[in-house]
């Protein structure tokens, strides 16, 4: 019985080998340094060469040798093999007689794994072998350990045999060979060094000892044998292998043997304990230590068992039973309740409410807010709403919307050309926002899976491919949708909006005030106008000082002044020329003195209905002091935005400005207003004109040039813009960031919600009905339910191997219930 024991582990081992069982099961694992007589202790045991052997390391892979006892039978059978002894690997189905073969076979299959370049590998050989002179026994041989790489070695060869070797010693359930050379120094023995690593107490550990032969004269090994240097529970045994010579001379195993009993009971130091010493000794006890340590690990082996059937029923449980598949209604029910599942997990992901929610990383819902608020927030905070704009369209906007009348005032007609534009930059952000759900929302899609779910490919990948088509069918009109909310936005622009007041006055009150200009003392005219002494500045185009802080401070000079000057060289009066700036409605605007003192220039007062005569938007603006034809001052004091939005009527008369600039015109010539960039040459050579000019003198006419194609509302004598020109830019720029401003606070506002309405919600709501209407019908549901190959070879390997494991437990409790 007690050899059952051994072939019965021996068949657990094969068994789990074959189907990658975890179960440890009990063994001797050879271990000793490189050279120390490893192999030549197992050729020993079993009586056979078939080991390689050569210089360096050689077992490169571990090998698992199960020595099988076979009887001869007394009487030969005719359907008996003509052999009776053999061996067989694992990993090949053939039986080897010839034992230089199994050399050759153990070589090649180590090359295979291991390759030809001296590396190790922890893949083992399994060999057994019958035979009528061997013991049972399961032995592992593993690699010598070494300290160094030789040749073409690995530079980590010693870490990679350690930890080799500890893999298979560190396993309760192994008992320790440790080999050691009698000629070297028992505390150098690494086989020692790691048994104790894992094994303190010595109570798993066997020592051997080789070549005792070779040990210095008058030196012996005898208390090491006896255990006074080194205490072993299980002791020292020595033993005498083959030397190289005798190897070479091919010297049979039974004169090694014989050689080796007669070197024990004649060495003097040796002879008294000569019975405990020597292979036969050593095979004998091994198998007995195996059988005992068999015997103490059945309860152990049986518990383990237990455990690994429960593991192993549990992941059979997990793939799912296969029988169920043949029945429509059982299908049907499994297809729906699978559905059912994953449009929960769908919404459940969503909404933030799934179990098994991830706390390292943002997830499912969480992350389309990371869009509304992040990414899209930036995306529309980082437009700038003026950038692409510069002065020069400007300008030619304000330019085209007045046609061919010049403009009083900034028209209104620019702003909106203007803005409409600017509002079409938030199109882009807001159709990637909805891209960006879309993305998130089909890999929710695809993160909704679970372990039964897995076990149908098929399925999965439809109600995966059904929920992508219903979020494609809603991407269209979500993005519809949301260029429309754009279009909506610059179909009507709502300058009635309180914040786009608010803002409009800000952006005014920010225009009003630049810095102030260090501007050189001007000589003053001392020459009376209108029979009063009032001091002017020389003649420029500038406005004057602003108490309100409206403009900035400009030099500028009164209308009668202007025309004083300009009447000593046209020979007008100065009386008739301020009557005719009084007829066109402008009036002398003051100017603060030296002394930052302001004065009055006349008592007079004008009629009411001409002092609210607009005739400029400078003069709109200005709340100075209006003068009328008679020098009255007017009682109303407004600026450019109360007359501009018509809060509290027409502003009043302050036309000094185009006063100056029309009677500059006048006696000084046209001011440009625009180039002409496309080069166009004059076509009088070949118009009505032609052939006329130097007949009559009209050259100027000649000169004047066809309209080319492109022309700039750029003066060609420099891009410097005049005040009025800088004003009214900066004043668009501030009322289209105004503007902005409400349409992208707006569009940031209704866009995620424009989202969840159409796109995320919509989605959740019908997930469920979409996945019913199209995947459940009978016709489909063997094709939906076919299971992936891989998890069917899988149950098929895990039931076999919970059959191994309850049938291993069942022949452990017979065991069992024999030795009691």
């Not at 709403?385 to 510069?390: K, P, Q, R």
């Amino acid at each position: 019985m007690d050899q059952d024991l051994i072939k019965l582990v021996n068949k657990l081992q094969d068994t789990f080998s074959n189907l990658g069982g975890e179960l440890d099961m009990p063994q001797l694992i050879v271990v000793g340094s490189q050279s120390a007589g490893k192999s030549s202790v197992l050729e020993t045991i079993v009586g056979k060469d078939f080991l390689p052997r050569g210089q360096g390391i050689v077992t490169r892979r571990p090998l698992i040798l199960q020595l099988v006892h076979t009887p001869v039978p007394e009487e030969p059978s005719p359907t008996s093999p003509p052999y009776t002894e053999w061996a067989q690997f694992l990993h090949i189905d053939k039986r080897f007689t010839d034992f230089n073969e199994i050399r050759k076979e153990i070589e090649q299959e180590t090359f295979r794994v291991a390759g030809q370049n001296k590396g190790v590998s922890k893949l083992p050989i399994s060999l057994r072998i019958y035979s009528p002179d061997v013991l049972d026994l399961t032995l592992v041989d593993l690699p010598g350990l070494t300290k160094i790489p030789v040749g073409d070695q690995p530079s980590d060869i010693e870490r990679q045999i350690r930890n080799l070797v500890l893999d298979y010693i560190s396993k309760p359930n192994s008992v320790i060979l440790a080999v050691s050379p009698a000629n070297v120094d028992l505390a150098n023995s690494e086989s020692l060094k790691l048994a104790r690593s894992v094994d303190p107490q010595g109570r798993r550990t066997i020592g051997v000892l080789t070549k005792l032969d070779l040990m210095d004269a008058g030196t012996n090994a005898l208390d090491i044998l006896t255990g006074r240097v080194y205490p072993l529970k299980l002791g020292f045994i020595g033993v005498v292998n083959r030397s190289q010579q005798d190897i070479n001379a091919e010297k049979c195993m039974k004169d090694a043997l014989d050689s080796e009993t007669e070197f024990f009971r004649n060495h003097p130091s040796y002879r008294n304990i000569a019975h405990k010493n020597g292979t036969k000794y050593l095979a004998k006890t091994l198998n007995q230590v195996l059988l005992n340590h068999i015997r103490d690990k059945l309860p152990d082996m049986k518990a383990r068992l237990n455990t690994l059937m429960g593991q192993a029923q549990q992941e059979l449980n997990s793939f799912g039973d296969s029988a169920i598949f043949g029945d429509k209604n059982q299908q049907g029910a499994l297809i729906l309740r699978l559905m059912t599942q994953f449009a929960r997990d769908f919404v459940s992901s969503i909404d933030g409410t799934k179990v098994d929610i991830s706390t390292k990383e943002l997830s499912g819902g969480a992350r389309i807010y990371y869009i509304f608020n992040d990414i899209f927030g930036h995306a529309l905070a980082s437009i700038d709403a003026t950038h692409n704009l510069d002065n020069q369209d400007i300008r030619t906007a304000i330019r085209n919307s007045t046609g061919p009348r010049p403009s009083l005032f900034v028209p209104e007609i620019a702003f909106d050309l203007l803005v409409k534009p600017q509002i079409k930059l938030l199109e882009a952000p807001s159709l990637r926002c909805v891209e960006l759900v879309y993305e998130e929302l089909v890999k929710i899609c695809h993160n909704c899976t679970s372990a039964e779910l897995q076990r149908f490919p098929r399925l999965h990948a439809q109600l995966i491919e059904v929920v992508s088509e219903l979020l494609r069918e809603r991407l269209g009109p979500t993005s519809e949708y949301a260029q429309s909310l754009i279009e909506i936005q610059a179909a009507y622009i709502n300058t009635n909006h309180p914040a786009f007041i608010s803002g409009s006055a800000m952006a005014a009150q920010q225009v009003s005030s630049p810095p102030k200009a260090q501007m050189p003392p001007r000589p003053a005219s001392v020459e009376p106008v209108n029979g009063h002494g009032t001091s002017h500045d020389d003649d420029d185009d500038e406005l004057s000082d602003d108490p309100n802080g409206i403009f900035p401070p400009r030099d500028a000079r009164s209308v009668s002044s202007t025309v004083h000057d300009r009447s000593r060289s046209t020979a007008a009066s100065s009386t008739s020329a301020a009557a005719a700036a009084a007829a066109m409605g402008m009036g002398a605007v003051a100017k603060r003195s030296s002394s930052k003192t302001r004065h009055r220039s006349s008592n007079q007062h004008q009629p009411q209905s001409q002092s609210h005569r607009p005739h400029s938007a400078l003069g709109a603006m200005a709340p100075h002091t209006v003068l009328g034809a008679g020098g009255n001052p007017s009682s109303a004091r407004e600026t450019f935005l109360n007359y501009f939005f018509g809060q509290n009527g027409p502003g009043p008369i302050a036309g000094a400005s185009v006063g100056e600039r029309y009677i500059s015109d006048v006696g000084q010539g046209v001011v440009p207003v625009g180039r002409d960039i496309s080069g166009a040459e004059s076509t009088m050579s070949s118009g009505l004109m032609a052939g006329k000019r130097g007949i009559d003198g009209n050259n100027a006419a000649y000169d004047m040039k066809s309209l080319g194609k492109h022309i700039e509302a750029v003066p060609s004598d420099g891009s410097h813009l005049t005040m009025r020109e800088e004003m009214e830019t900066s004043l668009i720029r501030s009322l289209i960031a105004s503007y902005f401003g409400i349409v992208r606070q707006s569009i940031q506002d209704l866009i995620p919600k424009a989202i969840m309405h159409f796109l995320v919600n919509h989605t959740s709501q019908h997930v469920q009905n979409r996945l019913v209407a199209s995947l459940y019908k009978p016709d489909l549901f063997a094709d939906m339910l076919n299971e992936d190959e891989a998890l069917v070879a899988e149950r098929t390997r895990v039931k076999a191997l919970l059959d191994a494991y309850k049938e291993a437990f069942k022949t452990l409790s017979d065991v069992s219930l024999k030795s009691s």
